[in-house]
């Protein structure tokens, strides 16, 4: 490994090192040492009664995805009948990668599996830092602006309420990268695990065959096929447990469901100075989704002689779903959306 290469990767521990201290620090002092606190469990959806003891609950509150996730992680392959707790089990088991990695590294030993869930998530929060660090080297940035990576929205959720959409935006930054150095085995393994984190993975795919499509690179094109098979297989295994998904019935419309909901504040039920700031803070995100989604755009209209590559194709892609989304999934694109803000800090921070 280069030294730029050694002071990216040194980046990426550090980085992880000081998401755990945070962490353990929460749960030590603000969760009275609960370390399942970290998957939002709510007190109004039904809790596996085998996950019961012990499980931290949120009382008055339907909690967040995480617990779902963790369910998943529990039952990976639907026999425990954990399915049956979660909100829509065809879509969170869809997204099996982070759940079976925390199986595995427990050797499916339960007392262990919550542990290797917040370890799972944040080794995929040290891998963004990295890749990111290693892309804007390549940029001519300062490694060290690949920290930003752990401000990405989708990162911050993720390590927050254990999701699993920082796994994607860092799997995507090693996309990025690799599509820079032309080494498309990694890339290969990389658009094989993106769909099975999550279904907007298959854009990373999408991108590569058409890419190749457009080079006229049989041979690529061919093998690149194949990545899509274990995603294929996973989603015919899921399909045959699992009742039908729901979220297809949130489709939104075009760009002008977009602005509808930029214009439509939201705020959970508050009162006195909490509910301004939350309708504040509800709009701004929405302004930064729509943000990002115009540098994405902009950041492929800069690359004039590449817009036929692979990452321009994918980023246009998340652009396009971001634009026409289910507005329930919209904000989740948008996440990855972000990322191509730091690939023009070179022009912004970085020389030559």
């Known amino acids: 490994m280069t030294q730029a290469g050694t002071r990216c990767a040194a980046l990426g521990l550090i980085a992880s090192a000081a998401v755990l201290v945070w962490q353990e620090l929460t749960i030590r002092y603000h969760y009275g040492?609960?370390?399942?606190?970290?998957?939002?469990?709510?007190?109004?959806?039904?809790?596996?009664?085998?996950?019961?003891?012990?499980?931290?609950?949120?009382?008055?509150s339907y909690g967040y995805d995480g617990q779902?996730?963790?369910?998943?992680?529990?039952d990976?392959?639907?026999?425990?009948g954990l399915a049956g707790f979660v909100d829509d089990a065809r879509l969170r088991y869809g997204r099996i990668l982070v759940p079976l990695m925390a199986w595995g590294a427990a050797g499916g030993?339960?007392?262990?599996?919550d542990k290797t869930c917040q370890l799972t998530v944040t080794a995929f929060c040290g891998l963004g830092v990295y890749w990111t660090c290693a892309y804007l080297t390549l940029a001519g940035c300062a490694p060290w602006w690949g920290l930003l990576f752990i401000l990405l929205p989708a990162t911050l959720a993720s390590l927050d309420r254990m999701l699993v959409d920082g796994a994607l935006c860092a799997l995507f930054a090693g996309y990025l990268y690799y599509l820079r150095l032309g080494r498309f085995r990694a890339v290969y393994i990389i658009t094989l695990l993106a769909p099975l984190v999550r279904e907007t993975g298959y854009l990373l795919?999408?991108?590569?065959?058409l890419a190749a499509l457009a080079e006229r690179q049989w041979k690529r094109m061919l093998v690149f096929s194949t990545a899509a098979a274990p995603a294929l297989l996973w989603s015919w295994y899921v399909t045959a447990h699992t009742a039908p998904s729901q979220i297809y019935?949130?489709?939104?419309?075009?760009?002008?469901?977009?602005?509808?909901?930029?214009?439509?504040?939201?705020?959970?039920?508050?009162?006195?100075?909490?509910?301004?700031?939350?309708?504040?803070?509800?709009?701004?995100a929405m302004a930064g989704f729509v943000l990002s989604l115009a540098l994405a755009a902009k950041w492929i209209r800069s690359r004039k002689e590449e817009r036929l590559a692979a990452s321009s194709i994918a980023v246009g892609c998340f652009v396009l779903l971001g634009l026409a989304p289910p507005l329930a999934v919209s904000i989740g694109v948008g996440m990855y959306c972000v990322f191509p803000v730091l690939s023009i800090l070179r022009s912004?921070?970085?020389g030559g």
């Not at 040492?33 to 008055?60: C, E, H, M, W």
């Open 33 to 60: 040492g609960n370390q399942t606190a970290l998957f939002f469990t709510g007190s109004k959806l039904r809790i596996p009664p085998q996950l019961q003891d012990g499980t931290y609950v949120f009382q008055n």
């Open 68 to 74: 779902f996730y963790r369910y998943a992680a529990h």
């Open 76 to 80: 990976p392959f639907l026999k425990k």
């Open 109 to 113: 030993q339960e007392r262990l599996i």
């Open 205 to 209: 795919l999408t991108g590569v065959l």
């Open 249 to 284: 019935r949130l489709i939104g419309r075009p760009v002008f469901g977009l602005l509808v909901r930029l214009f439509t504040l939201r705020a959970e039920p508050a009162s006195g100075w909490v509910r301004p700031v939350m309708l504040t803070v509800d709009f701004l």
């Open 348 to 350: 912004v921070f970085g």
